[in-house]
Nanobody
Framework: VQLQASGGGLVRAGGSLRLSCTAS????????MGWFRQAPGKEREFVARITRSGGSTNYADSVKGRFTISKDNNRNTVYLQMNSLKVEDTAVYYC??????????????WGQGTQVTVSS
């Protein structure tokens, strides 16, 4: 499956962004999905995940209560709604398709990444 992420940008602390990741090539509903991020000089880290049906979700402690992941199998798209953004949320955000896991190695397919920059 091919993934295309979009929606990143520059926002002030406290603001909101919604990331989208659209899939093509395979049956999107067969995949669990995840969002990860990578800041300069740091390893890629788990942000959120959702099961293939959209019935279960899970978040990193650092974003819990602020970010919401959702999945629309009719539109072949997974979303990450990010509210109350903090400077430390600045990173390149990646969507991934694979297994319902926090380990990035469980995901076989990755989007190209979209930059999120939060200013103070």
């Amino acid at each position: 499956v091919q993934l295309q992420a979009s929606g990143g940008g520059l926002v002030r602390a406290g603001g909101s962004l919604r990331l989208s990741c659209t899939a093509s090539g395979r049956t999107f509903s067969n995949y669990d999905m995840g969002w990860f991020r990578q800041a300069p000089g740091k390893e890629r880290e788990f942000v959120a995940r959702i099961t293939r049906s959209g019935g279960s979700t899970n978040y990193a402690d650092s974003v819990k209560g602020r970010f919401t992941i959702s999945k629309d199998n009719n539109r072949n798209t997974v979303y990450l709604q990010m509210n109350s953004l903090k400077v430390e949320d600045t990173a390149v955000y990646y969507c991934a398709a694979g297994l319902y896991a926090v380990d990035p190695r469980a995901y076989d397919n990755w989007g190209q990444g979209t930059q999120v920059t939060v200013s103070s």
